[in-house]
């Protein structure tokens, strides 16, 4: 992937190819990061009662002390993900910061003209495809901002720099798990709308969604069968 710290060196020209590039990038981050919290959730249970029979057959086995790990691992993993991708922008980073000054009001005209390119013969699409960049980009940019200053994403961010990138004493609110599920949400919505304005094709958040916890269910499933026969 070409490096999106470039496009203000190179012009402007190349923000709307380096805006594509960096939402597909985080969809990607978010994706590692979704299949380590859905490992964590369907393990843990996914309403009252789901995994009691799990955490009954764990009782007292030597196999608990890996679960447990299992678990504060893919948790630790999900809080360092969100928080990572939501870094201030510096020399070295990618994160939702850089793609919200790829957004910013100074840049339209690049990715207006980006959509009228998409439909060269048919002037009717071309002028709704303007219109509809003209209308979405100021809106994903502010929801992009209201994101970053979130208090969903304060609380994860505190989360990591007190007891995951440092062993500190927590003096903040611990993220409910209301809170990475909204990050989750939110962060997949935007990059499919960023995918849209610079390449007029988004994706369906739901497929980050369903698709791993299909996937955690059947590892724990598998797993609570291995402990009810071995017994």
């Known amino acids: 992937m070409t490096d ?3 496009s203000e060196k190179s012009g402007s020209a190349d923000v709307v190819t380096e805006s594509a590039q960096l939402a597909a990038a985080l969809e990607g981050e978010l994706a590692h990061a979704r299949a380590s919290w859905s490992v964590f959730m369907s393990g843990n249970g996914l309403k009252d009662g789901h995994r009691s029979s799990l955490r009954n057959l764990l009782d007292g086995r030597d196999e608990a002390v890996v679960f447990n790990h299992l678990m504060r691992a893919t948790a630790t993993m999900t809080v360092m993900s969100i928080a990572r991708l939501t870094d201030p922008y510096e020399t070295d980073r990618l994160t939702m910061s850089r793609l919200k000054s790829l957004l910013g009001k100074n840049f339209l005209e690049e990715f207006v003209r980006e959509a009228r390119s998409w439909f060269p013969d048919w ?22 901002c209201k994101f970053l200053d979130s208090q969903q994403i304060a609380r ?5 720099d007190e007891a995951v990138a440092h062993r500190l004493r927590i003096s903040t609110i611990r ?11 939110e962060a997949h919505s935007i990059c499919s709308a960023v995918s849209l304005l610079a390449r007029g094709t988004s994706w369906d958040p739901e497929d980050f969604i369903r698709l791993p916890l299909n996937s955690a269910d059947a590892f724990w499933d598998a797993f609570e069968r291995g402990l009810a026969e071995a017994d």
Request: net charge positive.
């Open 4 to 6: 999106p710290r470039n």
């Open 123 to 144: 002037k009717e699409k071309c002028d709704l495809e303007e219109r509809r960049t003209r209308t979405q980009l100021p809106l994903v940019h502010s929801r992009i």
């Open 156 to 160: 994860i961010r505190a989360l990591r």
């Open 175 to 185: 993220p409910t798990f209301n809170d990475i599920g909204w990050a989750f949400d």
